[in-house]
């Protein structure tokens, strides 16, 4: 494996960053996942363009263009010989002293990481999978938003705590309102009577590139698709629930907090969507 660091392509085991790195020291800093399919790397423009986005939000100087940035990207790809494989990249605010002063931190921490990924075991992707909602509330808009993806994902890890301890695959996170919100990593959809529905991301969500693709597809298939609040009780009554993300790509949801969604499988229109979705994901980016 070769990972790009700071400018080189340095080998995995010689990948090593300064203990004074502010990324390590207080989460300053943000990242994106991005997938790549068959040798195309999905929704690359999307996935940088956040990336900035997050960047100019927290007033972080990436140090590189998109399109240098995009470049390294796809070179560290090519490098690393992967035809399937899962982008990771990191921008910290990078070395400075043990303040939390970002002007003592001169120079961005720039980190591109190409790996497999799999968060879940294959069946459960024929299955469906069990979660529960949790007492860990989604951050507000008022404080860190959610939409910059930052490297603060200790609400998100303590989200995946409380789902392991549950002996679930993966938890929701509601807002202060009792509003569902999203996953630890993935945004979810419900769907009620044919009718779509997502939460609007001012709740408390990321908002998730997978999510916009399934939105759309689902759109184009006659759907409709509302991006409306719901509650945990809308989540029970669903005929289907999914989650989407670029590390757990579409995967239904057969049972919440202990209550059996549908007949307890993937239903038809997720897996309408599932189809739809994987025969997008090869051919984005040759269009
Ligand atoms: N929500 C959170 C908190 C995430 O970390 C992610 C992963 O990126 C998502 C949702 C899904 O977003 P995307 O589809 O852009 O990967």
Sequence with gaps: RWIYLNGEF???????????????????????????????????????????????SILLEIGLTKSELTEVMLETVR?????????RLVVSRGVGDLGLDPRKCPKATVIIIVEELAIFPKDHYETGI?????????????????????????????VKIEANLAGVSEALMLNAQGYVCEGSGDNI????????????????ALEGITRNSIMKLAIEAGYTVKEEPFTRHDVYIADEVFLTGTAVEVIAV???????????????????????????VEVDGKQ
């Design 189 to 204: 959809f419900v769907i009620k009577d044919n009718i779509i529905y997502t939460p609007p991301s001012y709740l408390g």
């Design 79 to 87: 490098r690393n010989g992967m035809k399937d494989a899962y982008i």
């Design 130 to 158: 069990r979660i529960i909602t949790v007492p860990t509330r989604r951050n507000t808009p008022d404080a860190l938003n959610p939409k910059i993806k930052s490297l603060n994902y200790l609400n998100n890890v303590l």
């Design 254 to 280: 057969n049972e919440v907090d202990g209550r059996k969604i549908g007949d307890g499988r993937p239903g038809p229109i997720t897996n309408t969507l599932l189809e739809k979705f994987k025969s997008i």
């Design 10 to 56: 340095v080998k995995k085991e010689d990948a090593k960053i300064s203990v004074f790195d502010h990324g390590l020291l207080y989460g300053d800093g943000i990242f994106e996942g991005i997938r790549v399919y068959n040798g195309n790397v999905f929704k690359c423009k999307e996935h940088i363009d956040r990336l900035y986005d997050s960047a100019n």
